[in-house]
């Protein structure tokens, strides 16, 4: 419940214009903490720097809230330079696209914009052996994200596209099985957006909960699972459940975010397991910072003394 607040007040200062002009102005050394770059180059080397120590990348160009049909179109391009960029540089690429940054909810010509550009950008991910996760956005967004799951998966295969479920929202654990014909590569986060009392668990205790589930189902249902947290216990927990059911390594793998448990990150590749860090990057940082933020009072604590030695 303190964290549900936490995040709220945290959020909703963020939206605040003041707010977001300063730390626009002031915060950019601060956000490079969890932000890679502006840039493809500063992206790509991240990405050459984590592979170091057997960290796989998982590129995010940042840009949300994106209004017109031309700059959704546009902002699907630069994610297919990315693509272009990956693959000169010899690394199979491997992005994450928010769909209501190409267009999801746009008419155009009677398809959808967002899925018009996914496409564009699936089709040249695979032509490069590559990868492209739909992320998960509010939960207005869940149903038609799902729907476009399924037809792009239908039209590329699972090896090339996968989605993510977040295990505060009540509808998770029913959305999970009834995406199992598809055999789908799922990401399983706790969510990070402010969702209301009727559609999301406010007790951490029932997300962790939830979570556990999902990533459990999924995996017994044979289905490629991306666990994607930074909890230690719930780590723990899944090292242990996929021991105990003969879960293969090659089946699933731990996501954290950039710049953070950097030293956890490190020491499950170690132990061999497949991790891959997920790596934002691009002059649209804010929102992401924002979220990120709220995710921790820590963080908040960080970003305070930045700005006032700033
Ligand atoms: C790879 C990846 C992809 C994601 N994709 C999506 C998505 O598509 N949609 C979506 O809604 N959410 C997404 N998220 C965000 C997610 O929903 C959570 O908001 C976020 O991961 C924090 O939750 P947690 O699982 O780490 O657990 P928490 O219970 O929040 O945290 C567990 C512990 O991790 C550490 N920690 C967590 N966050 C931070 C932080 N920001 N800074 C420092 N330490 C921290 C703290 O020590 C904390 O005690 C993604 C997260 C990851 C890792």
């Not at 951490?204 to 995996?219: F, I, T, W």
């Not at 954290?256 to 891959?276: C, F, H, N, S, T």
């Not at 790596?279 to 709220?294: H, K, L, M, Q, V």
């Amino acid at each position: 419940m303190i964290d549900q607040l936490y995040r709220k007040a945290i959020l909703t200062v963020a939206e605040r214009k003041p707010v977001e002009n300063l730390v626009r102005a002031r915060g950019w050394g601060l956000a490079q903490r969890f932000v890679a770059g502006e840039d493809i180059p500063s992206a790509l080397s991240a990405v050459q720097e984590l592979a170091k120590d057997g960290i796989q990348g998982n590129l995010d160009l940042l840009g949300e809230f994106i209004e017109s049909p031309a700059d959704c179109t546009r902002f699907a391009d630069n994610v297919i330079r990315l693509l272009d960029a990956a693959h000169e540089a010899g690394i199979t690429p491997y992005v994450s696209i928010k769909l209501s940054s190409v267009g999801q909810g746009k008419d155009d010509a009677g398809t959808d914009l967002g899925l018009k550009n996914a496409r564009r950008i699936i089709t040249k991910a695979k032509e490069y052996g590559g990868f492209v996760c739909l992320d998960m956005e509010d939960h207005p967004r869940t149903d038609i994200t799902l729907e476009q799951f399924r037809v792009l998966v239908g039209e590329f295969g699972n090896k090339h596209v996968g989605t993510v479920l977040q295990s505060y929202l009540f509808r998770s654990l029913k959305d999970r099985e009834s995406l199992d014909d598809l055999k789908p590569n799922l990401r399983i986060v706790k969510g990070a957006y402010l969702e209301p009392e009727t559609v999301a668990f406010k007790d951490k205790s029932d997300v962790d909960a939830n979570y556990r589930r999902l990533v459990y189902q999924n995996m017994q249902a044979g289905n490629y699972t991306n666990v994607a947290t930074h909890d230690e216990t719930i780590i723990d927990d899944v090292k242990r459940f996929v021991l105990a059911h003969g879960i293969e390594r090659d089946s699933f793998e731990f996501q954290m975010l950039y710049g953070i448990r950097r030293d956890l990150q490190k020491e499950l590749a170690q132990e061999g397991y497949r991790v891959r860090a997920y790596i934002p990057y691009g002059r649209d940082w804010y929102a992401y910072f924002s979220r990120r933020i709220a995710e921790t009072p820590r963080n908040a604590v960080f970003v305070a003394r930045g700005m006032l030695k700033g």
